[in-house]
């Protein structure tokens, strides 16, 4: 369980214990189970990483929404899209292992992470991803619900595939950009696990 789940969580459940103490059930059920709800959701569980050194691994759990051609700063690429809902694991991780080349925050609106507009117009960290063959650029996109895009890499960093990245606080999206030679083995409406699911092969080892 991430460490900020005791900021968010204990507070309702206290409350909860006071209205209790006074009598009053009905808002001390709601807001423990608020508070219970909160330690959910900001759960860690542990991922099997795929060893095959090809393999680019989903950043988040939840749905994949889109897989299309798009270019990335003019080059030709395609964009794979994991939708988050509130029950997800909100925990992101990188697809492939290399240095952190770019980690930009732009601020945003809040549109609901399944629209379209949402991978351009929300608030976003935009993190690249150097690798032997490339760069991979992966966004943490906030929805309509989520607030907050929280990244805990720096520039300059190494991480492995499967790394812990940063969280999206409640509903959120991922967009993940591959260059055009890579091969993508997901499809649209599949369900994928952060740093487990397999998205793409690409050889980025090269």
């Not at 005791?6 to 009905?26: N, T």
């Not at 609901?112 to 117009?121: G, I, P, T, Y």
């Not at 608030?123 to 805990?152: H, M, Y």
Request: one cysteine or more; a positive charge.
């Amino acid at each position: 369980m991430v460490r900020e789940a005791y900021k968010f969580g204990l507070p309702p459940i206290a409350l909860g214990i006071v209205c209790a103490a006074f009598g009053w059930k009905w808002a001390a059920g709601v807001l423990v189970f608020l508070g219970l709800f909160v330690f959910y959701f900001f759960r860690d569980p542990e991922r099997v990483i795929p060893s095959d050194p090809v393999a680019v691994v989903s950043p988040a759990d939840g749905h994949v929404t889109e897989v299309v051609d798009e270019p990335f700063n003019e080059k030709p690429g395609l964009r794979i899209s994991i939708f988050l809902s509130i029950w997800d694991v909100h925990i992101q991780r990188a697809p492939v292992a290399g240095r952190v080349s770019g980690v930009v925050y732009k601020p945003g609106k809040f549109y609901a992470a399944l629209r379209a507009v949402a991978s351009e117009k929300n608030e976003q960290n935009v993190i690249s991803i150097d690798t032997p063959g490339g760069t991979l650029v992966f966004k943490q996109i906030a929805g309509a619900i989520a607030r907050r895009v929280l990244c805990w890499k720096a520039v300059g960093e190494m991480v492995a595939r499967g790394d812990r990245v940063g969280m999206i606080r409640f509903g959120s999206r991922c967009d993940v950009w591959l260059p055009a030679d890579a091969e993508v083995v997901v499809r649209r409406g599949q369900k994928v696990k952060g740093g487990e699911s397999i998205l793409a092969k690409w050889n980025s080892t090269a």
